[in-house]
């Protein structure tokens, strides 16, 4: 019994220094207000100087801001050395969390939309773990917690470039699993199925992929009334998650369908998805 309660404890990242990006809005905010509200110094990153502003103006305990584009690996560098100097205590965990989408098919892709996405979705969480990793290692524990998708468990059409990143982040931290094995450094993916962000509206489209002339204010307001779980439910569902000390955290009724259709009908499964997704889905506030 002793040996469990010390890897529960061990595991927990309660009242101990984060790290979140992309903390401006979404599940980045809801994550920095839940653990700051339960004691944790928070070093908040994202573009966004204003949503980041915002953020850290609702928090009460100790939080460090740094307007940062994840795409340049020497900022992060330079960013893990201010936490390093910054927090309290042992850095608990970074969460890799910045993300953006593109819409469109693969014909009509435009290549430098979809290199800012890899840029961002990938190679952002890359950088961040590197940038972070080497700190973890040295002080002997932590996580690295990296933000995949259900899009990383399934490709889906006009999802192209938004798929391939999440599929290598899913690749990348397995991967650093592996490597970690043995340690008390951990690497864990976040597999969240339908939000209601704002990564919708935010989204580069070019035009409807689909044919049917819709707006992007169309297109974002359809995705948002099929998500099924709120920022701050998916914040609780990743804390709990990295807590209980989970390799692999589904966030969402939606990313354990995911999950079983990836195992179960791994080439047929949008047949399934495309009839249970014409259904209107009432968001976690309308519960």
Not at 20 to 31: D, K, N, V, Y
Not at 124 to 135: E, K, S
Not at 210 to 217: Q, Y
Request: positive net charge; contains cysteine.
């Amino acid at each position: 019994m002793a040996a469990a309660g010390s890897a529960r404890k061990r595991h927990s990242i309660t009242g101990r220094p984060v790290v979140i990006t992309g903390a401006a809005s979404g599940i980045g905010r809801a994550l920095a207000t839940r653990l700051s509200r339960l004691g944790s110094p928070v070093a908040l990153a994202d573009v966004d100087e204003d949503g980041l502003k915002a953020t850290a103006a609702a928090l009460h305990g100790r939080v460090l801001t740094r307007v940062l584009d994840v795409r340049d690996a020497e900022d992060q560098l330079r960013f893990a050395a201010e936490v390093k100097d910054w927090t309290p205590a042992p850095l608990a965990a970074v969460f890799n969390n910045a993300g953006v989408a593109v819409t469109s098919t693969v014909l009509d892709a435009v290549i430098e939309d979809d290199d800012w996405l890899h840029d961002i979705n990938f190679h952002g969480v890359v950088h961040g773990t590197r940038a972070f990793l080497p700190i973890l290692v040295e002080q002997g524990e932590g996580a690295i917690v990296n933000t995949s998708s259900v899009f990383g468990l399934l490709g889906m059409p006009h999802q192209s470039a938004y798929c391939a990143a999440k599929f290598a982040v899913r690749g990348f931290t397995e991967s650093l699993r592996q490597e970690l094995h043995g340690s008390a450094v951990r690497a864990i993916t976040v597999h969240p199925g339908g939000i209601t962000t704002n990564i919708a509206r935010n989204a580069r489209v070019r035009r409807d992929p689909t044919g049917l002339g819709r707006s992007r204010e169309e297109m974002a307001a359809q995705f948002e009334a099929m998500t099924m779980t709120s920022p701050d439910k998916a914040a609780a569902i990743i804390h709990a998650g990295v807590d209980r000390g989970k390799a692999r955290i589904l966030v969402g009724p939606d990313a354990y369908l995911f999950d079983a259709l990836a195992r179960i009908t791994p080439t047929h499964y949008n047949a399934v998805l495309s009839r249970v997704m014409r259904r209107p889905r009432r968001t976690e506030a309308r519960r």
